[in-house]
């Protein structure tokens, strides 16, 4: 089994706990971790417990004086090294994420580049942890102002994006100055532990990464909680599992970074140039299979041009190769699991009840593995469930609108507010919808916001806080102010 996976890869991916530098299998068992294109283990994990996460915890603490204490440069160059590591290592890391996670190579090599850009933006940005000095109103003193290391910080990500999801906060962690503990999700845990193994090797003292893939996350992220040492938790996942998250983490006021759930919006105005709107609907809906918490999730076209929209994003789907990730020529990959194919297939069962119109797709395939076939909904009723629902899924749901302050309003309709999406020739008209969007980015004439010098995130119910950009290292200090008379 281990053999398969380092002939397929190229690489020797570690499989334990990493705690304080060291390589462990932990106190209890294993999980399995499964290839969605066949439904077959492909590897066995450690599986931490929470003793195993105190250790981390220990570990992470006491690596934490010497790291805050490194200089900048030195915590920079380490990340830097990481990503020129990461860069030579992309076949290798892509097809190892191709085998836990399912994506097309090419979704998942663009991950790498994406998930190592993590490493080198940061490593500009250890070395720009900028302070202030003024002084005071009554010209008594000077006021200071620091940024400090959190603190141990513990990290936990999905399985959407295993790679970037790390390295998004361990980048800003470690330039920051801050000791980590990550938990991957149990899906994808090889990715996260690959990356671990790249920033041992770029130099990274001991303790300063640990990881802890486990198969009860709730008792392992919540002994860390508990503990006083953890300052800081930076979580990607579900909204569910935030709120959950946050009501654990005030016993112990413990600060919270949350990348939470989306239902992004993708607007198509009477004036946009459709070829690009469909372009970019491409990359919007279909980055990842549709796995990414930035899908545009519903289509909201005017009237004038839905027809033709709909038509052309049709065709384009089916014309997709549906297959192994690693195969030549695939474009779609399996969904990661069978819970994940099961919903998009009942989202859009119920679609159609609600009086939607199958123009593509609709079904899954025949075969082995959890694959679902593109679709393309049209004439859905702003009322329909599917609307509400984080699809998950290569499934475009598109309504028909005439009013643009109605547009707004649907778009705006939702808990969630991550990112929209609109495509309209008068940029003018279109920054001034891009204001009225409820959603903390906004793509406008593009299918892809994501960027690593960029803050992302989201505002209402799908999170707190930013990753990226100069926000993102801002998330892993605390403000010092110092009074002084000198
Ligand atoms: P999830 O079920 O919330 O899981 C996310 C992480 O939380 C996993 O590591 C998971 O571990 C862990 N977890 C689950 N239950 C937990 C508990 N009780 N206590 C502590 N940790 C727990 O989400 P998912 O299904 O993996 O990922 C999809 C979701 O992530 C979507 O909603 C998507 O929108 C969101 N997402 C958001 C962003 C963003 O930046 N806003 C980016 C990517 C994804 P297990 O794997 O062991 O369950
Ligand atoms: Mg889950």
Not at 308 to 323: C, P, Q, T, V
Not at 417 to 431: K, N, Q, T
Not at 450 to 472: I, M, N, T, W, Y
Request: glycine share 10%; aromatic share 6%; charged share 20%.
């Amino acid at each position: 089994m281990a053999a398969d996976l380092a002939t397929i890869t190229g690489m020797n991916a570690p499989t334990g706990l990493l705690i304080g530098g060291q390589w462990t299998q932990g106190r209890a068992g294993s999980l399995p971790v499964i290839d969605p294109a066949t439904e077959d283990p492909i590897a066995e994990v450690a599986s931490a417990t929470p003793d195993d996460a105190l250790d981390a915890v220990s570990a992470a603490s006491q690596a934490l004086p010497g790291w805050a204490a490194t200089p900048p440069r030195v915590r920079g160059e380490c990340l830097r090294r990481a990503y020129e590591l990461m860069i030579a290592d992309t076949e290798s890391l892509a097809r190892l994420m191709v085998m836990e996670n399912g994506k097309a190579l090419k979704d998942a090599r663009a991950e790498i580049t994406y998930a190592a850009e993590f490493f080198r933006w940061f490593s500009e940005e250890a070395v720009r942890i900028d302070g202030m000095v003024t002084r005071a109103p009554s010209g008594a003193n000077r006021i200071l102002v620091q940024h400090q290391p959190v603190g141990v910080s513990v990290l936990v990500t999905p399985w959407n994006f295993p790679a970037a999801m790390a390295t998004r906060k361990i980048g800003p962690a470690l330039a920051a100055g801050c000791t980590v503990v990550l938990k991957p999700a149990k899906e994808t845990p090889l990715s996260a532990l690959a990356v671990a193994a790249i920033l041992t090797e770029a130099g990274v003292p001991d303790g300063v990464v640990n990881m802890l893939p486990t198969s009860s996350p709730g008792p392992v992220v919540g002994a860390m909680l508990a503990d006083p040492r953890v300052r800081k938790l930076s979580f990607t996942g579900s909204t569910e599992v935030g709120r959950m998250l946050l009501r654990t983490a005030a016993d112990t006021v413990t600060n919270c970074s949350m990348e939470l759930g989306g239902n992004a919006p993708f607007l198509v105005f009477g004036d946009a140039d459709v070829d690009a709107a469909v372009d970019g609907a491409m990359i919007a809906k279909m980055r990842n299979g549709g796995e990414a918490c930035t899908a545009a999730n519903r289509f909201y076209v005017h009237e004038s041009v839905a027809t033709e929209f709909s038509g052309k994003l049709a065709d384009r789907l089916a014309a997709l190769n549906i297959g192994p990730g690693l195969d030549a020529g695939t474009d779609l990959g399996p969904l990661v699991n069978s819970d994940t194919r099961n919903k998009v297939a009942t989202l859009v069962d119920e679609a159609t009840r609600d009086g939607s119109r199958v123009v593509t797709g609709g079904k899954a395939p025949e075969r082995r593995g959890y694959f679902y076939v593109p679709t393309v909904l049209d004439d859905v009723p702003p009322t329909a469930g599917i609307l509400n629902e984080e699809i998950f899924g290569p499934v475009a749901p598109i309504v028909r609108f005439t009013d643009t302050d109605q547009a707004i309003a649907m778009a705006n309709n939702t808990e969630y507010g991550l990112v929209s999406y609109l495509y309209a020739a008068d940029l003018r008209r279109a920054l001034q919808v891009a204001e009225q969007l409820e959603a903390g980015m906004v793509g406008i004439n593009r299918g892809v916001v994501s960027d690593p010098a960029a803050p992302f995130g989201g505002v209402k119910q799908s999170g707190l806080g930013r990753e990226g950009g100069h926000e993102g290292l801002l998330e892993f200090t605390e403000t010092k102010y110092i009074a002084v008379d000198w």
